[in-house]
Every structure is written in structure tokens, then in C-alpha cells.
């Protein structure tokens, strides 16, 4: 079974455990439906890439673990930016957006 994490993010001004809750639902389902053990979790609740210290701490668990797989609602809870993708997925961490996938 591969390995993998939640990351969820919550950039409104009033964000709420329950935004928080949902996103981390859909990605436990997806992780269900398609087999793989989720090992870890994290969410930040801000807009400020500078200010992410759960998804730092992911990506530093990440690398420890050996775990390829992150699960996010949709990649904008991961970065806006095109260019991060990439860096990560060229570090061997694969960011599965679940939202509207079976």
C-alpha cells in the first residue's frame, strides 16, 4: 500500500475547523477508494506562503518518511504557483488534487 498525506489549507479571513473537516474528508475518501495508507496530516490556516508552518513541516516529514504522495482538495490548497508543482514533483512528491476525482 503507497503511503500518503492530507495537506488543507483555509485562506479566508474567517476560516473554520469545518472547511478544514471537508477538505480533509474528501481526501481520506480518495485515499480509500484508490488504496493508499494515509501516515500523516496537516493544514494551515493562512494565505501567506512565508507563513505555512504545517506544510513545512510536511515537507520535512515527507523526505524522513519516504513518502511520495501528498492529497489536497485542489492544488490551490498546495501553491498557486505552477513552478512549485513541478519542483516537488521533480523531488519525487506527487500532489493529488481530489476534488472531482473518483
Known sequence: MEKAVIYTRDTSKTATQGGLFKQSQECREYAEK??????????DVTS??????AFVQMIDDIRKQKVGIVLVRSLDR?????IDIEFYKWQGIRVIPVKGVQ
Open 34 to 43: 484508490n488504496g493508499l495508507e494515509i501516515v500523516g496530516e496537516y493544514f
Open 48 to 53: 501567506t506562503i512565508r507563513k505555512r508552518p
Open 78 to 82: 498546495f501553491t498557486r504557483q505552477h
